[in-house]
């Protein structure tokens, strides 16, 4: 039970990691996600889950080998930009996305939730002590 406090210390500041990068990917897109996944809009919520997990893998890795909680600070702010660089370059590629979630195209949200996969799992590979 040696470790249970640095364990706690880790969790709690990845969890509020992961709720700093759903705040600010909502406010980044021209949709509200969480009225949509309320009104059970299903593309919503495989956009939104995709992006939050894309963002978890690498945060995963951050955790794993970080010497410190700033140093698990600055990998996740990678991580975090590289999530919304996905995020940018898949409306590139669907100008019109937000509109196709909001009217529950599943391929769109699919499609970003699969390059949000993607790309934080490559993130999460490329983190070296």
């Keep these: 039970m040696a470790g249970l406090p640095a364990f706690l210390l880790y969790f709690v500041v990845g969890a509020a990691l992961i709720a700093c990068f759903a705040v600010v990917y909502q406010r980044l ?34 955790i794993e080998q970080a010497a410190s909680i700033p140093d698990l600070v600055l990998w996740a702010v990678a991580a975090m930009l590289i999530q919304l660089a996905a995020y940018g370059f898949v409306r590139w590629l669907v100008p019109d996305l937000s509109r196709r979630i909001e009217d529950n195209h599943v391929a769109a949200a699919a499609l970003l939730a699969v390059v949000a996969l993607i790309c934080g799992t490559l993130a999460g590979a490329s983190m070296t002590e």
């Design 29 to 62: 897109t021209a949709h509200d996600e969480i009225a949509l996944i309320r009104a059970g809009n299903v593309s919503a919520v495989i956009a939104f889950g995709g992006n939050v997990l894309g963002f978890s893998i690498p945060l995963e890795k951050a």
